[in-house]
């Protein structure tokens, strides 16, 4: 069970789509509640990185990762492995890849081999009815979702071939709308991969996320439902236990 924090300007904000953000509240309160309340892992996005072209924002990073213990995941902004290289040194356990992978994929075999592929994870904004093979396009630059032309499920085995060590899968169609996982995206890139599958976007109610795992989801992660209180996360661990799903 992940919380997400998606930042921008040093604060947590969430929209629908990616579009319409408002403020969510301090991403180190957050992250320090997220943990106390049993979260296993947290996200940390900086979502306006890398659409205006500047590194991510260390020093928020630093005093999130100061406040918890728990896995921390840190993307945005992300094209080098020296990028990597200082997140990790402020405190991130593992760095989420988007943009810059689709630019150059061989970042990807880059990182991996630096840094092992266990701290790579490669963050996949998927929207649909672009044309694609699969139905599924890759976007790029967050809310800006520029297209890319490439089909999502093909990237996200292609990543995992070049040394992606997990892949949140990013649904742009179901993000913020609370309606639910996108239950045959996940189904597509579980069969296509074998590595750690990070389903997000979509969740509004406890009885979402035993779906998302049925579906082939090794975690799932949300961000609206935590920040503003419609959810608890031992109400969706419990959700998931009734389930059958272990969980920790």
Same mark, same amino acid.
């Given at each position: 069970?992940?919380?997400?924090?998606?930042?921008?300007?040093?604060?947590?904000?969430?929209?629908?789509?990616?579009?319409?953000?408002?403020?969510?509240?301090?991403?180190?309160?957050?992250?320090?509640?997220?943990?106390?309340?049993?979260?296993?892992?947290?996200?940390?996005?900086?979502?306006?990185?890398?659409?205006?072209? *500047?590194?991510?924002? %260390?020093?928020?990073?630093?005093?999130?990762? !100061?406040?918890?213990?728990?896995?921390?995941?840190?993307?945005?902004?992300?094209?080098?492995?020296?990028?990597?290289?200082?997140?990790?040194?402020?405190?991130?356990?593992?760095?989420?890849?988007?943009?810059?992978?689709?630019?150059?994929?061989?970042v990807i075999a880059e990182i991996a081999d630096r840094f092992g592929d266990q701290v790579l994870?490669?963050?996949?904004?998927?929207?649909?009815?672009?044309?694609?093979?699969?139905?599924?396009?890759?976007?790029? %630059?967050?809310?800006?979702? *520029?297209?890319?032309?490439?089909?999502?499920?093909?990237?996200?085995?292609?990543?995992?071939?070049?040394?992606?060590?997990?892949?949140?899968?990013?649904?742009?169609?179901?993000?913020?709308?609370?309606?639910?996982?996108?239950?045959?995206?996940?189904?597509?890139?579980? /069969?296509?991969?074998? #590595?750690?599958?990070?389903?997000?976007?979509?969740?509004?109610?406890?009885?979402?996320?035993?779906?998302?795992?049925?579906?082939?989801? !090794?975690?799932?992660?949300?961000?609206? #439902?935590? %920040?503003?209180?419609?959810?608890?996360?031992?109400?969706?661990?419990?959700?998931? /236990?009734?389930?059958? %799903?272990?969980?920790?």
């Amino acid at each position: 069970m992940i919380p997400c924090l998606d930042v921008d300007a040093g604060r947590v904000v969430k929209g629908v789509k990616f579009e319409n953000l408002r403020d969510a509240g301090d991403p180190v309160e957050l992250a320090a509640a997220y943990e106390a309340a049993g979260a296993d892992e947290l996200t940390f996005l900086d979502v306006s990185a890398s659409s205006e072209g *500047r590194a991510t924002m %260390h020093d928020v990073v630093a005093r999130t990762a !100061d406040q918890v213990s728990v896995p921390l995941t840190v993307g945005g902004g992300v094209r080098t492995p020296d990028d990597v290289d200082r997140l990790l040194r402020a405190g991130a356990d593992k760095v989420g890849v988007n943009t810059a992978a689709i630019a150059r994929p061989e970042v990807i075999a880059e990182i991996a081999d630096r840094f092992g592929d266990q701290v790579l994870v490669l963050s996949a904004d998927v929207a649909s009815g672009r044309g694609t093979e699969s139905g599924w396009e890759i976007t790029t %630059h967050g809310g800006q979702k *520029r297209s890319t032309g490439l089909d999502a499920v093909a990237w996200c085995a292609r990543a995992a071939e070049l040394g992606a060590g997990e892949i949140l899968l990013n649904s742009i169609d179901a993000d913020g709308t609370k309606a639910g996982f996108d239950l045959p995206l996940i189904a597509a890139v579980r /069969a296509a991969v074998d #590595i750690p599958l990070i389903a997000s976007g979509g969740a509004g109610k406890a009885a979402d996320f035993p779906p998302a795992v049925d579906a082939g989801a !090794d975690a799932v992660l949300a961000a609206s #439902i935590f %920040h503003f209180g419609d959810v608890t996360i031992a109400e969706v661990k419990r959700a998931l /236990a009734d389930a059958g %799903h272990p969980v920790r």
